[in-house]
């Protein structure tokens, strides 16, 4: 299994700019999230879903879209790209929903730079 | 809606030394997630805590969940170079919102 995997590992844009953010599992997960890293903050949930064709808003939704039309792909979009969107950015997956969650695999990260 | 505490935020040890880290939530939590991010790497699941009370170890690490649920810590023995990196507690976010609410992490630094 190749676990989470997300693309690209790197990115620059500039401002205005829009872009996807690729993330993909094949441990058949339902739960799927994206998070945003940046210095001292932590990670911070931007959406999730729970399924195939449900998706909801995490604490900093502003200026990202998700979707997810498959159980095995969760992509980010950056509608119009802003500096303040300048981070580094985590897939996850779980294979529970619910209050109590499982373990939460993380992909490798995306490092995103708005000039 | 929910916040998860941590402290400290930055801990300098010299090796052998033991570290601990604390995580306070501002409501209960059903369970609390631990987490170990080396650096420039991504999150790694370490443990998780469910009963009220609950001690869990891990070789030289040592979890507990407060009586009350609302409070976590995790303390190392004898801190090894490989024990680099940020550590984060994680809970429920609540609140009608379905995910994970982070703490900010405590990031160890082991002098040898």
């Known amino acids: 299994n190749a676990g989470v995997t997300q693309t690209p590992k790197f990115q620059v844009l500039k401002t205005g700019q829009s872009m996807t953010l690729q993330c993909a599992q094949d441990?058949?997960?339902?739960?799927m999230s994206w998070y945003r890293q940046d210095p001292g903050m932590g990670l911070r949930l931007i959406h999730y879903?729970?399924?195939?064709?449900?998706?909801d808003q995490g604490e900093v939704p502003n200026g990202y879209n998700v979707s997810r039309s498959t159980t095995e792909d969760f992509p980010l979009r950056l509608l119009s790209a802003a500096p303040s969107q300048t981070s580094v950015y985590f897939c996850?997956?779980?294979?529970?929903?619910?209050?109590?969650?499982?373990?939460?695999?993380f992909g490798p990260g995306t490092r995103l730079t708005v000039l | 809606g929910q916040q998860v505490m941590q402290i400290p935020q930055y801990q300098h040890v010299q090796e052998g030394e033991d570290f601990t880290t604390y995580c306070n939530s501002s409501?209960?939590?059903?369970?609390i997630q631990w987490y170990k991010q080396r650096p420039g790497g991504h999150p790694v699941f370490l443990i998780q805590?469910?009963?009220?009370?609950e001690v869990k170890k891990q070789k030289r690490l040592t979890f507990q969940f407060g009586e009350a649920k609302k409070n976590s810590s995790l303390h190392i023995t004898a801190t090894q170079t490989t024990d680099v990196g940020t550590y984060f507690c994680?809970?429920?976010?609540?609140?009608?919102?379905?995910?994970?609410?982070f703490g900010k992490g405590t990031h160890l630094i082991i002098q040898p």
């Open positions: 996850a997956s779980s294979y529970s929903t619910g209050v109590i969650f499982n373990e939460q695999f």
């Open positions: 441990m058949n997960h339902e739960y």
């Open positions: 409501t209960t939590l059903s369970n």
């Open positions: 994680a809970g429920p976010s609540g609140g009608g919102a379905d995910g994970l609410t």
């Open positions: 879903s729970v399924g195939a064709g449900i998706t």
């Open positions: 805590l469910v009963k009220s009370g």
